[in-house]
């Protein structure tokens, strides 16, 4: 069955679930026309995305939320992007580098969205909000916890006009506890969920990680968390508060440094680029540069020894298996990285190329682009923004067998949408536009 039957299937069913609420009932039965429509008009082997006719009002910031309903509009799905008229989400500001007048920063993150510009402290634009929660499935918010219920938009309130909306809400620690009203920093989060405190060199200090996982974490939890609440609205006709955050979210990708605590009581350590209980499974210093070698069998370990001359290794009792190969770490690792230093890189890979023995250069972030996998599997994206000009973005990282990810939409510049969307999505006339213009409630880009 494709998913637009699916999809049909499940709003039938909720017409059934949702008949004591007139409100859900109402929003099925145009739900399921439209569908119908989609349905009616799509055949086997059409480019139809799989989150085409999903309606997303976005209300997020910096990383984590903009991050999870990019993904979503990389599925097809018609992201809604709500900014403050005049400055717009932080990260349009995080700069240099700038192209032309955009952050990069912000270009990477916000492809494949609308942007209206709408002054929440005012009622009116509150309103506005509410209006279009209605004419939404999904609404991503990333307030301080109570903020948003402070201006009328919190989950009971737009549950009330919206009662099948799928409202997920992002912050720092969680939506209650004691720590719930601080705010949530990816850095602050790192450290507090420990992820900090396990990365950095051995005898060193902790060290925050290249690039925001616990943000990018958060956003990938969002996502799915998203997709598993729309499949339950099939089953339920309702929609669901979702609470996503950072700690959380980093917590629960401590995975087995958790586990050992948990169950062994064994307080994690950095380790720099090796590992804990795998050696030799860590990075070397090369003649020209580094390398990762990850010998996580004594199979691969007994190639290891073979291809860098030092076949004696594998063959001494103390290196024979990886538990002892981790007690003996430090003379064995002083060994490996001497032979290692006596080539360049590129040779190493050549004489372990088929070898079965997992490895890699350590790239620099201009060697990444320049790797022929990378261009094939599509990760740069390139697109014209109507200020910026050419630009590129990493691309999706998962492909489908069933669809083509169509042309992007470039991120946009602030309110470039707003009189399209307010026109278009809420039928508003142009002298009701046109006054909410001249007060300030909303902001309407130039730009088309």
């Given amino acids: 069955m494709s998913h637009i039957a699916t999809l049909y299937k499940g709003c039938a069913f909720g017409l059934l679930k949702s008949s004591i609420n007139s409100n859900v009932l109402r929003k099925h039965q145009s739900r399921l026309v439209s569908l119908r429509k989609l349905f009616s008009s799509t055949q086997p082997g059409d480019n139809v995305q799989p989150l085409e006719g999903v309606k997303v009002l976005d209300l997020t910031r910096v990383l984590a939320g903009p991050f999870a309903t990019m993904l979503l509009g990389d599925l097809g799905a018609e992201i809604i992007k709500v900014e403050r008229p005049g400055t717009g989400d932080d990260t349009r500001a995080w700069g240099p580098p700038f192209v032309g007048s955009e952050s990069a920063y912000f270009l990477s993150v916000n492809r494949n969205k609308k942007s209206i510009a709408v002054n929440l402290k005012d009622p009116r634009g509150a309103k506005i909000i509410l209006e279009l929660a209605g004419k939404c499935d999904v609404l991503v ?30 912050s720092g620690y969680g939506q209650t506890g004691p720590m719930s009203q601080r705010p949530g ?40 968390a998203i997709m598993a609440a729309l499949l339950q609205r099939q089953r339920t006709g309702l929609g669901v508060h979702i609470d996503c955050n950072l700690l959380s979210s980093q917590v629960a990708c401590l995975t087995h440094i958790a586990a050992n605590y948990l169950n062994s009581g064994i307080e994690a350590k950095r380790w720099g680029t090796a590992h804990e209980s795998i050696v030799p499974y860590q990075g070397f210093k090369t003649k020209d540069g580094y390398l990762v070698l990850a010998a996580g069998n004594d199979t691969q370990f007994v190639k290891v020894c073979k291809v860098l001359g030092l076949k004696h290794l594998s063959e001494e009792p103390k290196y024979k298996s990886n538990t002892l190969r981790v007690q003996h770490r430090q003379g064995l690792l002083h060994i490996l990285s001497q032979r290692l230093l006596e080539q360049e890189t590129e040779e190493w890979l050549r004489r372990l ?31 014209n923004h109507p200020t910026a000009g050419r630009i590129a973005v990493p691309g999706p990282a998962v492909r489908f067998s069933t669809f083509e990810s169509k042309e992007p939409i470039p991120p946009p510049v602030i309110g470039q949408h707003t009189v399209q969307v307010l026109r278009d999505s809420l039928s508003y006339s142009d002298g009701v536009i046109n006054q909410l213009l001249a007060s300030g409630t909303v902001a309407q880009n130039e730009v088309q």
């Fill in 141 to 170: 918010e990333n307030y301080l916890p109570g903020k948003l219920q402070q201006m009328g938009l919190g989950y009971n309130e737009v549950n009330k006009a919206a009662p099948g909306l799928v409202y997920c809400s992002i």
């Fill in 185 to 224: 920093y990816d850095s602050i989060a790192s450290a507090a969920s420990g992820m900090m405190h396990i990365t950095g060199p051995e005898d060193g200090d902790p060290v925050r990680p290249g690039v925001a996982m616990t943000d990018l974490a958060t956003g990938l939890y969002t996502h799915g």
């Fill in 353 to 383: 190329e088929g070898t079965g023995v997992p490895c890699g250069a350590i790239n620099s972030i201009r060697q990444v682009f320049s790797e022929p996998q990378v261009a094939h599997n599509g990760l740069i994206l390139e697109m």
